[in-house]
């Protein structure tokens, strides 16, 4: 008869049922209406194109104070639109304006955000735009009920020369070029159900009150664990 001896046994772990993505890959998100082109808003009234009842323009972004959808039917009527066959952008004013949308993540994923901003001749920018990255311990962001987990992730930018994004320059937004990018990044935490992007338009002292901020193409970006 035959021995055998066994001296060494390596014992792997299976993550994830074996089916979650390789580390750094991208995991596709379903985030709605980056390019605030939801059907119908070039030719709606202008109250459909506000935010009416917490919703921007029939769109998958939950809104609160002065936001609405614009078209640029002309070179007087607003700037162009930065997302590639599009032709609507978003514009924020007034005290406080904020525009969010959600979707989900996991505990350890990493997102990217991207969102593009213009102080437009039209009616310039005199005040603080933030790109707000946040994470919730249920699905919807805040408007879904859960509680924020971990920290605020969070990108500047004003007309002083005071934040890390310069938007001191009046664009005629004739160009796709006259957008400015902001981006902003984080991993989710443990107990991340979904991800948060807000967009927000802050009145700050020693500022002329008026004017307005655009927003266009936010685009979000979530990688494998780490």
């Known amino acids: 008869p035959q021995t ?21 890959q991208e995991i596709p998100v379903d ?14 009234t202008a109250a459909d194109q506000g935010c009416v009842g917490n919703v921007l323009a029939d769109s998958a972004w939950d809104c609160f104070n002065f936001n609405f959808v614009t078209a640029n039917d002309g070179p007087n009527f607003g700037p ?40 437009w001749v039209g009616d310039p920018f ?8 946040t994470f919730w311990d249920a699905p919807g ?15 500047f930018a004003d007309t002083q020369g005071n934040q890390p994004v310069d938007l001191s320059v009046v664009q005629d937004g004739a ?7 902001m981006t902003v990044s984080g991993v989710a935490p443990a ?14 002292d020693g500022t002329p009150p008026g004017g ?3 927003w266009d193409d936010v685009n979000v970006t979530v990688t494998g664990v780490p």
């Open 191 to 204: 107990g991340a159900q979904s991800a948060q992007v807000l967009l927000l338009h802050v009145l700050t």
């Open 31 to 44: 985030f709605q209406d980056g390019g605030f082109e939801p059907p119908g808003t070039n030719d709606a």
């Open 126 to 133: 005199n005040n603080l735009a933030i790109l707000q990255l």
């Open 4 to 24: 055998m001896l066994v001296d060494w046994v390596r014992v792997y772990q299976v993550v994830d049922g074996g089916g979650g993505p390789p580390p750094g």
């Open 175 to 181: 160009e796709v070029t006259d957008w400015t990018e």
């Open 141 to 155: 962001g805040e408007i879904g009920g859960g509680n924020q987990v971990g920290s605020a992730f969070e990108t």
């Open 212 to 214: 307005s901020l655009f």
């Open 80 to 119: 162009v639109s930065h997302d590639d066959g599009g032709n609507q952008s978003m514009k924020q004013y007034g005290s406080d304006a904020g525009s969010r949308n959600s979707f989900e993540v996991s505990a350890g994923n990493t997102v990217n955000v991207s969102a593009w901003a213009m102080n």
